[in-house]
């Protein structure tokens, strides 16, 4: 899907198509997050990656700690 940059007051902006806010269940004020791959590309989400990130390893220490997270839940 081709975006263009528009000028929007004194900042450049995007402006996303009815269907791409849709697909992404996007309101009003909602926050995209967006991150620059080493190839240069971009990645949108309304996601946050450092969120993501975060979760992933509190899951990991849940896993690695269950017993004694099981005995402190006593």
């Not at 198509?17 to 996007?26: A, E, W």
């Not at 909602?30 to 309304?46: C, K, Q, R, W």
């Amino acid at each position: 899907m081709k975006l263009e940059v528009q000028q929007i007051g004194d900042s450049l902006g995007l402006i996303l198509p009815d269907d791409l806010v849709g697909r992404l269940k996007l309101d009003q004020g909602a926050s995209l997050y967006a991150t620059v791959n080493a190839d240069g590309t971009l990645d949108l989400s309304p996601h946050d990656p450092a969120f993501e990130k975060g979760m992933k390893v509190a899951e990991k220490a849940m896993d690695t700690y269950r017993n004694a997270l099981t005995e402190l839940k006593k």
